[in-house]
């Protein structure tokens, strides 16, 4: 059910490539949108000025402006329409950008922690006992199945849903198996800000983000992957970049000790 997706030892390898490919994406739209921001802008101000001018040489729309004619400086009123649609192209533009490198790394993180859930089943699957010991079985089911059985069945439907359960749901459950005695380097608060203006985003009315530096907050999510990471492979005692053994592939026995 769950573990038809390719989950070995080599899983964390793969994760941290994963992560690192998206963080050089978003990194490759945030920068070729800054550097290519000030040509754009150029050339979207001269096509405004075009269509200001000649909205405003138009009889028909005489009497639209004539108010403002009366106030202004006919010479520096197109410029002036020019510049103000031209700056807010640009500022939904930024908000844009922001949104989408924002959306695009909390995903990210959002898989490399489901993924840490299924590397941790899979090194250890009684580690998942806890979660599924309290639901209901039939006892029909466990004389004719068994009691392992029922039990895998049980730990892959818990992982399974646990797939649309939230970045920092899953970011709690890593916490709980893992148990680090000392989480430094981790800002659960300030993720949890970054995980509220990314649901603002996605399912709010505005586009731009209530992140005032974003460069910040992708950085905070990356930085967060990999700690989970780092403390997914201290537990189950594996490297990254680890060259390949098949001997060590099968997961681990619960020796009922609890690593730090």
Known sequence: LVMSRSIDRNTPTVVFHAL?????????LRVLATLGLPHAEEHLLAQNLASAEELLSDPQY?????????????????????????NGTTTDFQAAVDAASLVFMHSALDGVA??????????????????????QVLL???KEHGYEEIAKRMREKCLADFERSSLLDKVNRLFQLCRPTSPT??????????????HDVVHGETLAPSIADMDK?????????????????KRYDVELFAPANPAAEQP??????DET
């Open 20 to 28: 690192t490919g998206r963080l050089r994406e978003v990194f490759a």
């Open 62 to 86: 005489e009497k639209l402006f004539i108010e403002r004619l009366k106030d202004s400086d006919p010479e520096g009123l197109a410029p002036g329409m020019a510049r103000l649609v031209t």
């Open 114 to 135: 489901y993924d840490l859930c299924l590397f941790s089943a899979f090194m250890r699957p009684t580690d998942w006992d806890q979660f599924v010991e309290k639901r």
């Open 140 to 142: 029909s089911d466990v």
């Open 185 to 198: 380097g981790f800002d659960r608060d300030r993720l949890e800000e970054i995980d509220r203006s990314r």
């Open 217 to 233: 907050a992708i950085d905070v999510l990356f930085r967060s992957g990999i700690f989970l990471l780092q403390m997914v492979c």
């Open 252 to 257: 681990q026995e619960d020796d009922g000790t």
